[in-house]
T-cell receptor
Framework: DAGVTQSPTHLIKTRGQQVTLRCSPK?????VSWYQQALGQGPQFIFQ???????QRGNFPDRFSGHQFPNYSSELNVNALLLGDSALYLC???????????????FGPGTRLTVL | DQQVKQNSPSLSVQEGRISILNCDYT??????FLWYKKYPAEGPTFLIS?????DKNEDGRFTVFLNKSAKHLSLHIVPSQPGDSAVYFC?????????????FGKGTLLTVNP
């Protein structure tokens, strides 16, 4: 059973460029969340996708956008890259089950983005 | 503003002894708390959780204690093993419309020395 996978593993971009990161959720999961982990910080919630729609969003500018496909995989797009966007980007997947108080999130290994 | 705080960036303990990792939160809406462990080059992995209706949850060597009045939780690892060396993140969630978002602390690097 494959866990959460992310691609690419590492990425180097320059300021002003655009980047797309990809995530495949754990088998059977239908919900994908994205987090940004800057150096020395904990992961920060960017947004979550369910049924191909953005369901909730954290405190990130509109330069950060996403998409979820019918197969539940997801992309994170960042436009007009800034030096401060350098971070580890984590994808987490879960299965939406309303009867549960909390739906456990499983994390991928992340994509390390460096902006020069 | 940091709603989840882990004030100890690092902790070093001897193998076999107890490790105690602490976490404080400020948001009264949080009602579910989790601990994640993270090794280098890997994503965080779920360790243990506790609902706000409980004050203790135990799973093998790991126990989480919650003090709601103090808005404080702690993770106890007994006995500590070298393989426990990792960064530990405290995270919190609130029910209702916000229950999908996890708010993390900055993490504590635990080193267990043989």
């Amino acid at each position: 059973d494959a866990g959460v996978t992310q691609s690419p593993t590492h990425l180097i971009k320059t300021r002003g460029q655009q980047v797309t990161l990809r995530c495949s959720p754990k088998s059977g999961h239908d919900t994908v969340s994205w987090y940004q982990q800057a150096l020395g910080q904990g992961p920060q919630f960017i947004f979550q996708y369910y049924e191909e729609e953005e369901r909730q969003r954290g405190n990130f500018p509109d330069r950060f956008s996403g998409h979820q496909f019918p197969n539940y995989s997801s992309e994170l797009n960042v436009n007009a890259l800034l030096l401060g966007d350098s971070a580890l980007y984590l994808c987490a997947s879960s299965l939406q089950r309303e009867e549960l108080f909390y739906n456990e999130q499983f994390f991928g290994p992340g994509t390390r983005l460096t902006v020069l | 503003d940091q709603q989840v705080k882990q004030n100890s960036p690092s902790l070093s303990v001897q193998e076999g002894r107890i490790s105690i990792l602490n976490c404080d939160y400020t948001n009264s809406m949080f009602d579910y708390f989790l601990w994640y462990k993270k090794y280098p080059a890997e994503g965080p992995t779920f360790l243990i959780s506790i609902s706000s209706i409980k004050d203790k949850n135990e799973d093998g060597r790991f126990t989480v204690f919650l003090n709601k009045s103090a808005k404080h939780l702690s993770l106890h690892i007994v006995p500590s093993q070298p393989g426990d060396s990792a960064v530990y993140f405290c995270a919190a969630s609130s029910s209702g419309g916000s229950n999908y978002k996890l708010t993390f602390g900055k993490g504590t690097l635990l080193t267990v020395n043989p």
